[in-house]
């Protein structure tokens, strides 16, 4: 008697997790890159061991290393049909474990590596260069206000977490919160907050969009004004 070992089948409903949660941007990358080979050579040039001491120098070194090779990761993920990406995605993964002091492994199991490297990167209590863009200055928070008066005028400010010099995730116009705007108005002080949690209306209806005129010099409304005769 023969028996057949088969393999469970695949569970269609099971999603693949994402390489990076949440993905990062490739500008923002080449924006902290740019940084941080700016201060590596600051710090050689300089040769300050007092304010640039030597484990900073290699700091900025190997998160340069880790931030090109991310970027040729993103790059072979948008097209994983190219082995030639895929290639240069899994060097550059190898050049930090060599930098690193360790052996380089194939292919996959380097990009995989190097994907819980940059995790640990961004968990780091403080992992954005001096110069981030968005002002933090390396501390990884940013004072910004989160109290407005309702006239807009902000009249108090607490630490957020450093975006990196990109705009937050804007709420939609469903937000029962805020309606989009990010500010949630309190009647009770006559104030605005920062709506923090997005809450989707399910009834939510998106308003028409007005008719464009033909004209492109005429600034009236579709329908025309309240007063306007009908002739």
């Not at 993103?74 to 550059?92: I, N």
């Not at 474990?97 to 640990?120: F, I, K, N, S």
Request: charged share 25%; net charge negative.
């Amino acid at each position: 008697m023969t028996i057949t070992a088969s393999a469970p089948a695949a569970d269609p409903t099971q999603t693949t997790q994402p390489a990076y949660t949440p993905t990062p941007s490739i500008p923002r990358l080449l924006t902290e890159l740019v940084a941080e080979e700016f201060f590596t050579r600051y710090a050689t040039i300089r040769g300050d061991a007092e304010a640039f001491h030597p484990d900073y120098t290699a700091d900025r070194k190997r998160t340069a290393l880790l931030l090109r090779a991310v970027i040729a990761d993103l790059v072979a993920l948008a097209g994983p049909a190219d082995t030639h990406h895929a290639a240069q995605a899994a060097a550059a993964a190898n050049a930090l474990r060599r930098a690193d002091w360790q052996m380089p492994l194939p292919a996959q199991a380097a990009r995989a590596w190097l994907r819980d490297q940059y995790q640990e990167h961004i968990e780091d209590d403080s992992p954005h260069p001096p110069n981030c863009p968005g002002g933090c200055r390396g501390s990884g928070e940013v004072i910004e206000p989160v109290i407005w008066q309702n006239d807009g005028v902000p009249v108090h400010a607490e630490p957020v977490a450093c975006l990196r010099g990109e705009d937050d995730d804007p709420h939609a116009a469903d937000c029962t919160r805020c309606r989009g705007i990010g500010k949630r108005y309190d009647a009770e002080h006559s104030e605005y907050t920062v709506c923090d949690t997005y809450n989707p209306d399910p009834a939510y209806e998106p308003a028409p969009t007005p008719a464009h005129h033909d004209d492109p010099f005429n600034s009236a409304p579709a329908d025309g004004y309240a007063d306007e005769p009908p002739f």
